[in-house]
C-alpha cells in the first residue's frame, strides 16, 4: 500500500489515498451487503438490428443499490470488484439472474431473446467457467444460444490458452460470444481471427469522434471492414442522435445500442419496449 513517511517516522496516509481507501472499503462493503441482500439487480439494454429495425437481444447491465436505493455505477463498483476478488460472486450472480430471466420470458413474446452477459477476465482464469455457464443455462432449460457473453479485448487477448478454452467450449456449446468495447485495447487482428468470437461492439468513444474527426471516421469504417472480413457481426456503442444511426447505418454496421433506441431499463419494462418498437 502507497503511504509517506512524515518526519517523526510514523507514516501516514495522504488525504487522497485515504479517500481512496474509504471508498474502496465503502464499495466492498456495499457489494457484500448487496450479495446477501438482494441489493443487485440486471437492467437491459436493447441490441437494435439495423437491416430490419427489430432487436433480438440485450445486453445485460449490472445494478447495485445501496440501502437508500441509489444505484452506484458499475463503472465504479467492477473494478472494486475484481480487485477485492468478488467478481467472481458477482458474475456468477450475474449468469444466474440472467438465466433466471430467460426462463422467466420462456413463455411469453420475449421467448427468443438473447441476453449477452459482461464478464471480466477473471472470471475466465477460472478453469470451470464454461462448464458452470453451461450447467446453469441448463438447469433452467434453456438452450446456450439464448445466452451471450462480452469480453472487452485485453480480457481475451491477453489470456493464455486455457481461458481460450473456456470460450472455446463456450462457442461450441453455441453460446454467443462478443468482444466489447473493441478498438480501445491493444489488440491484434490476426489474435482476433484465432480467437472463438463472434462478434465486435465498437466502443462508443469512435462513433463520438467520427462525426468532427476523420481520423475516427477513418478507423471506424477499417474496424467495420475487418470485422465483416473475418466473418463477424458488427455494432456500435453509444448510438445517440439520428445523424449517428444515420451514420452506422452507412457505413454497414450489423446493429447499434444506445440511448437514441433505449436506456438499459428493467426486466419489466423490456417487453412494452419491444412491442412498440
Ligand atoms: P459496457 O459493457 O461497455 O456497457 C455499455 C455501457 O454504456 C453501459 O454503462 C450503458 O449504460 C452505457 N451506454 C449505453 N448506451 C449509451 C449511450 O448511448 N451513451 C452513453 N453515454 N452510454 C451508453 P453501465 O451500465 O454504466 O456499465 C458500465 C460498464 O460496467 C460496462 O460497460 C461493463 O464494462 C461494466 N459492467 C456492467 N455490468 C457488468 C457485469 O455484470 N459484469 C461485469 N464484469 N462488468 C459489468
Ligand atoms: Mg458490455
Ligand atoms: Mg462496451
Ligand atoms: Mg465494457
Redesign the pocket.
Known sequence: QAKETGKNGLCFYTPDINDRLVHYQEITNLLREALTNDGLEL?F?PQISLTERKSDSC????RCFNGQSRAV???VF?PVAEKSGL?NR??EW?IEAACKQLSAWKKTPLSNLRVD????GRQLTNPHLASHILETVSRYNLEPHQLGV?LTENEVFGSDESQTKQLEKLKQAGVHISI??FGTGHSSLVYLRKLPVCGIKID?SFLKHAMQNSADMAIMKAMVTVGHSLGLSVLV????TDEQAQLVTDLGCDFA????YA??MPANKVAEFLASF
Request: charged fraction near 25%; proline fraction near 6%.
Open positions: 437492467a439494454q445486453e445485460a447491465l449490472l455505477s458499475p463503472a467492477i467478481i458477482i458474475g450475474v452477459i459482461n464478464l471480466s462480452e466489447d468495447d462508443r456503442e453509444g448510438v445517440e445500442q444506445g440511448f437514441l436506456k438499459p
